[in-house]
Nanobody
Framework: QVQLVESGGGLVQTGGSLRLSCAAS????????MGWYRQVPGKQRELVAR???????NYAEFVKGRFTIPRDNAKNTVYLQMNSLKPEDTAVYYC???????????????WGQGTQVTVSS
């Protein structure tokens, strides 16, 4: 069974930085893409950043220039480096993995449990 384990959320002041980590565990052969989404109460979950196995990335407009999404393919781990944080970045951040191949099955998409990020003004 494959799981995504997130860490690194917390409370930070405006202008500060946080780094989220997401490690995929299990007998994984490969992962097509990994990414981060966020959600606030009453709103839909939205894409923050995504990286495919070849290294191509895409970012939501509201984080361009502030967030980056490094990935360690060998460790099946993705990070979200968040700089210049704003109060509107406050949300639960979810890790996502797409096209997760194991010996027996391929998972279309897997979600982590979410980690809270709170930016105080």
């Amino acid at each position: 069974q494959v799981q995504l384990v997130e860490s690194g959320g917390g409370l930070v002041q405006t202008g500060g930085s946080l780094r989220l980590s997401c490690a995929a565990s299990g007998s994984i052969s490969s992962i097509n893409a990994m990414g981060w989404y966020r959600q606030v109460p009453g709103k839909q979950r939205e894409l923050v950043a995504r990286i495919i196995s070849g290294g191509s990335t895409n970012y939501a407009e509201f984080v361009k220039g502030r967030f980056t999404i490094p990935r360690d393919n060998a460790k099946n781990t993705v990070y979200l480096q968040m700089n210049s944080l704003k109060p509107e970045d406050t949300a639960v951040y979810y890790c996502n993995a797409e096209g997760v191949r194991t010996r027996r099955v391929t998972y279309t998409t897997i979600w982590g449990q979410g980690t809270q990020v709170t930016v105080s003004s």
